[in-house]
């Protein structure tokens, strides 16, 4: 049986979780979020949510856990919020914004501006001697982690200096250069 799956998920004070013709709707402080499912039996007891699958065919076994996974952390998500926070490393790197509008400098001959989703809060931080931040805080998971990777994706991390725009605390797998 799914680890995961059986797990029990508490619903916080101030949040409200609607379940109708599978679709699952959460509503919180920081806004409201819905997610489809099927095959899935979730049934809402005095503040908590548990899932059932009907059977244990391998299909059954993968969404017990996906759809668990899905809800608890839309839960999360409008209750708590989820932060991602980007570090550019690199000579020259640089990072700001004007409202959703974000304007990475990391040596390309032209700055990239990229408009950010109005759902998802984005912040940079540039503080003397230190690497430029750019942090990224939404209610769907989903969304601040896409908006990051994107932004990621644009200048990678390298192996050889470390060089591009990763994750706080990501560590980046380094190999020695050349050697006479």
Known sequence: MSRIGKNPITIPEGVTVEVKDN?????????????????????????????????????????HGLYRALIANMIEGVSKGWTKELELVGVGYRASNQGQKLDLAIGFSHNIVMDIAPEVKVETVTEKGKNPIVKLTSHDKQLVGQVAAKIRGFRKPEPYKGKGIKFVGEEIRRKAGKSA
Do not use: C, F, M, N
């Open 23 to 63: 679709v699952i709707t959460t509503k919180g402080k920081l806004g409201e979020l819905t997610q489809e499912y099927s095959e899935i039996e979730i049934k809402i007891e005095d503040g908590t949510i548990t899932l059932e699958r009907p059977s244990e065919k391998k299909d059954h076994r993968a969404k």
